[in-house]
């Protein structure tokens, strides 16, 4: 992480965990639902796994661990305002007490970015958060998708690239990006395994 983040973020407590994504089977492996993906990752490496996640109509699922709760949105992308303004509610946490683990196609596969009260930059459904919290005050893991480009090969649009299956290479990539991601956890937030 870089040390302007780092200064930024300072020591947050974060309550509330939340990985974005599409719902549906169609949806499961395309870069879209990085965020989701991400979230399943550091559940089965906190050992989470165990326990079952508890739907909440359809909304929103979650599990919760001591103080934190890993939520996994059950909304559309475009939607995931409604799914984690509901999360919210029903932990009573408030936004700077929220991770927002998703996608981000100006970033490249194995990049990553903490962040913290910044704008959605063309993403939906950090839009749709903005949006239903009213401020931009809550923190995120912007997880790269974007392929190194090849030669003089054109630049995918994000609305091509994110639905797009995540290809055999890109996997083991991310597996390394999850790990890092959650070793920054650990470290800077101190969540994982509580």
Known sequence: MKEE?????GSPKIRLIAGLGNPGDEYENTYHNIGVLTLEYLI?????????MKPIRNSFEYIKAGAVAWVRSLTYMNESGKAIAAAA????????EIMILHDDSDLHIGEVKFTFDRGSAGHRGVQSIIDQF????FF????????ERKNQERRKKASELVLGNIAPEDRK?????FKNIQNELMRVIGVIGT
Do not use: H, Q, W, Y
């Open 5 to 9: 983040n780092k200064k930024k973020m």
């Open 140 to 147: 995120r893991t912007r997880i790269g998708i974007r392929p």
């Open 134 to 137: 009213g401020t931009k005050k």
């Open 89 to 96: 509610r029903f932990f009573d946490v408030k936004p700077e």
């Open 173 to 177: 990539k991310l597996i390394a990006v």
């Open 44 to 52: 089965r490496k906190s050992l989470l796994d165990t326990k079952k």
